[in-house]
């Protein structure tokens, strides 16, 4: 008798872009990853713009929407499930999540929901009216979808609370990080003076030029380092904080010192040459960049924010923690780390836990309950399962 032929899962990723960010470079990691598998992928953009387009692998249909904001989306969405049906729709990021169940709620059909969520929720502070819905949206919205997830353990417990779910309903799903070709990228020559100069340590900070990022404080703390030791630092992003920064910068007399190149294409050729990685962040989740420069065997001093970073250096087995919004505290640990022995080994074993094979399995082991749980029902008018 033959066995019966597993069929390949349909799966649509839903993102409001690809612009550069931790969340986007993770789902195209997600993506790369699933193409191994017996399935058929599917990225559906509001807008199919950013600079993580080119990076798609091939067999992924990219789908744009054409809107300029997610809640734009809506409606196109709704009628491109209707169409299609994929077996699940998976949600990233929390304006495209809420969106996503607007837009599933009234159809009857089978499609499963997965929302991701890419930050920590109590710790999120929107600037916004729109950033101020989120909560509340969320709290009402989330408990319709079929199944919600976290990038770490700490964002996951704190979803529940934050959002009255029942304790361990979200599930945890580590991002995708390391993979061949994060190794490939940190061994790419990478032509800038600062790299070659092994008498004048290289610190590398990375992330969106964001209040949530805190760069002032590494800068602070980095002008206090640079009066003990002939150091450079080199903050890779983006964002609307860099007037503020280079004038902080300026301030503190430190332009031949600190480097802000904006977004660059290939940061893991810079963490490769750095002898020290810093993340400064004043809320996360599950911080890829601290991964990554695990990988490239960086050491790393990180705030002990929520959260993720405790989760990843177990608690500073694997790295300094050190308090938010300190610079004394961000100078001294800079400085001890800068005066021990580099071991690379142990780091990049840690990495290695947050690979893009192990993330994927996780992802394809809940995916695949979910369509099995649903069976031949339909999603009713009113967002529930049959």
Known sequence: ????????????CFLPSLDGGGAERVVVNLLRGLTSHPVQLQLVLASAEGTYLDQVPDGVEV??????????????LRRLLKEQQPDVLIS??????????????PLSISTRLLLVEHLTMSAYKGTTVKDRLIQPLARWLFKRADAVAAVSNGAARDLEQQ?????????????????????????QPLDHPWVNDPDRPLIVGMGRLTPQKDFGTLIRAFAQLANQSDCRLVILGEGEERSALEGLVEQLGLAERVLLPGFVENPYAWLNRARLFVLSSRWEALPTV??????????????DCPSGPAEILE???WGTLVPLEDDQALAAAMEKEL????????????????????????????????????????????????
């Open 1 to 12: 008798m033959n066995e019966p032929v597993e069929q390949d899962l349909r799966i649509a």
């Open 163 to 187: 959002l009255n779910m029942q304790t361990g309903s979200v599930h945890v799903l580590y991002n995708p990080v390391v993979d061949e070709m994060l190794g490939e990228q940190c061994r």
């Open 290 to 303: 601290l991964i990554e420069a695990l990988a490239c065997g960086v050491p790393v001093v990180a705030t």
């Open 92 to 105: 990233h990021l929390s304006h495209a999540n809420i969106a996503a169940v607007l837009a599933i709620r």
């Open 315 to 317: 608690n500073g087995r």
């Open 339 to 386: 005066g021990k022995q580099i071991d690379s080994s142990p780091l990049q074993q840690r990495a290695a836990d947050f690979s893009v094979d192990r993330a994927v399995d996780r992802y394809l082991v809940l995916l695949r309950q979910l369509v099995d749980q649903s069976g031949t029902g339909c999603r009713s008018a009113d967002g529930e399962a049959q």
């Open 63 to 76: 789908v744009d929407l054409g809107v300029k904001h997610v809640r734009q989306a809506i409606w196109p």
